[in-house]
């Protein structure tokens, strides 16, 4: 048994050093040709160097040096990943040369000896302009903000004459913001309708430029269906005869009436910020129950904005006294409004003093006094502050 581990040992230890003592191949690989790339970022330039082979065992700093068009050397600080070394500064300039030298002995991944020696000028220049994204937008009630956004992949945009450089194949009267990498450009553009605009050669970004003439098709959508209210002041159903709304792209609404209990009628702060924030949060029929559903077909023109004149007597007349929830909405598609409405005959005038308030409580139809009303003075807490 001990020969037999002995034998053993003796064999591995013969293994052991003919691998560990296995001469490095003495044939030499000579390179006088890298490929190279340069690229120009929003805060450094980089070079990348491609090598034939995984190396290993590489000084990186006395293999490569780089030196200005003066002979200066350049201080870098290379690093390798699998077969590739980048160098990256934030102080290369464009559009100067620079001498990259790669001289010296490494090994590959095969162990192998590869000399290099090369030697090259490069310059920093611009990569071509790229466009990322293209959006259009055109509000439903407001064509002169109807515009579209160029965004760029490579930096903020550094050409400030835009004038210079955009033009369209059609007549239009724009004006344009810059924003970092996004260009906006507002104009006189049509919903359900195309443009070819141009981008000149010369237009530049950070780190790229158009070398060459760019054409793009810009293209506008129909407007978004919508409706809203011309205004969110109460309505007295009593006093006012008509609601006016706006509509776009909408040939019929939706008209739910929810009635506020009586005992929630302090809650009208809330009330007023579901109106104005129009947000599902406020389920408005958690303080009150719907009435009344209706559908209401409306004057409509493709792609134009329509006021239209909505009149709530007939359906409230017959309702007791209280506060509405008036509900709108697209029978076919988005947009929805919301709007308070007091069915009541009564007008309330208040003067508040330093420590007094005085109250003035008439008929909206007759205009004449009432003196046995009840009057209750919530707080912006919804707490009852007054009851006289």
């Keep these: 048994m001990k020969k037999k581990i002995l034998i053993l040992f003796l064999m591995l230890g013969l293994f052991i050093t003919a691998y560990s003592n296995e001469d490095i191949k003495k044939e030499f690989i000579i390179y006088d040709n890298l490929n190279i790339s340069t690229s ?16 290993r065992e590489i000084n990186l700093n006395n293999l490569i040096k780089i030196f200005d ?11 390798y990943r699998n077969k590739y070394v980048y160098i990256r500064k934030d102080n290369f300039k464009k559009d100067l040369k620079y001498i990259l030298q790669v001289k010296g002995d490494i090994l590959n991944s095969k162990r192998s000896k590869i000399s290099y020696d090369f030697k090259t000028d490069f310059v920093f220049n611009y ?3 790229s466009i990322n994204r293209i959006h259009t937008n055109i509000k439903f009630n407001n064509l002169e903000s109807a515009h579209f956004i160029l965004s760029f992949y490579d930096g903020r945009i550094i050409t400030k004459d835009i004038r210079d450089y955009l033009s369209f194949s059609t007549d239009v009267n724009y004006s344009y913001t810059i924003k970092g990498q996004k260009l906006y450009v507002y104009g006189d553009f049509k919903p359900n309708t195309t443009y070819e605009v141009f981008l000149k050669k010369g237009f530049k970004t950070y780190s790229s430029i158009a070398k060459e003439d ?8 129909d407007m978004n269906s919508n409706v809203k ?21 909408i040939e019929a609404l ?9 005992e929630n009628l302090n809650f009208i702060n809330l009330f007023q910020n579901y109106i104005l924030r129009n947000n599902s949060y406020y389920n408005i029929l958690n303080y009150g129950e719907s009435v009344d559903k209706f559908k209401k077909i409306i004057p409509f023109e493709k792609n134009k904005t329509i006021n239209t004149q909505l009149n709530f007597n007939d359906k409230l007349k017959h309702k007791e006294d209280g506060i509405y929830v008036i509900n709108i909405q697209n029978s076919e598609g988005s947009g929805k409004d919301s709007k308070i409405v007091f069915k009541s005959d009564l007008g309330i005038s208040v003067k508040i003093a330093k420590d ?5 409580v008439r008929s909206l139809a007759t205009n004449k006094s009432i003196k046995d009303a009840e009057i209750l003075v919530y707080s912006n807490s919804n707490k009852l502050i007054l009851k006289m």
């Excluded at 068009?69 to 690093?79: A, D, F, M, R, S």
């Excluded at 760019?214 to 506008?220: D, E, G, M, N, Q």
């Excluded at 209210?229 to 006016?244: G, H, L, P």
């Excluded at 007094?356 to 003035?360: A, G, L, N, P």
Aim: hydrophobic share 35%; glycine share 2%; aromatic share 16%.
């Design 40 to 55: 120009i970022g929003s805060y450094s330039s980089e070079l990348k160097i491609s090598f034939p082979y995984y190396t």
């Design 69 to 79: 068009h003066l002979g200066n050397e350049v201080p870098i600080q290379p690093y």
């Design 127 to 129: 990569k071509e302009l």
């Design 214 to 221: 760019i054409k793009l098709k810009v293209s506008f959508k």
């Design 229 to 249: 209210f011309k205004d969110y002041k109460s309505y007295v159903s009593s006093y006012t005869e008509a609601i006016e709304i706006e509509t776009t792209n």
């Design 254 to 262: 939706n008209v739910e009436i929810i009635k506020i209990h009586s």
């Design 356 to 360: 007094q308030m005085f109250f003035s």
